[in-house]
């Protein structure tokens, strides 16, 4: 189920950005499965490089503790890194499994409707 996810998010992310879109990770923690990864990005990112960067990403707490009381601001609903060249966007889609989506930076300017948007297709999905 998670990957089917994961490919509705991708071909909805390739109509919304196009060229913005840059992966689409299943993360779990036993590795990860790579579902979309931009053709110019595969030629520099080795297997390694990919695998080094996905465990960086990683979460160190969960998303949401059963039986724990939320936190004033409500529960986590996704994360979200700056870098320089990209946005990555993190999602929880199961107790163990997270879809992990890179986009450029120029494609990222209403990024708060961008996440909901991302976010109700999993949500759908979970």
Do not use: W
């Amino acid at each position: 189920m998670v990957r089917d996810t994961a490919r509705r998010l991708a071909e909805y992310l390739s109509r919304r950005i196009g060229d913005g879109l840059r992966t689409v990770v299943i993360a779990d923690d036993d590795g990860y499965e790579l579902e979309y990864l931009r053709d110019d990005l595969s030629e520099r990112y080795t297997k390694g490089t990919l695998t080094e960067v996905v465990s960086d990403l990683r979460v160190e707490t969960p998303f949401a503790t059963p039986g724990i009381d939320t936190h004033p601001i409500g529960e986590r609903r996704a994360v979200v890194h700056y870098y320089e060249n990209a946005f990555v966007l993190q999602f929880p889609f199961s107790e163990a499994e997270r879809i992990i989506i890179s986009i450029g930076t120029d494609a990222g300017t209403d990024l708060l409707q961008f996440i909901e948007d991302c976010r109700r297709i999993v949500d759908r999905s979970g």
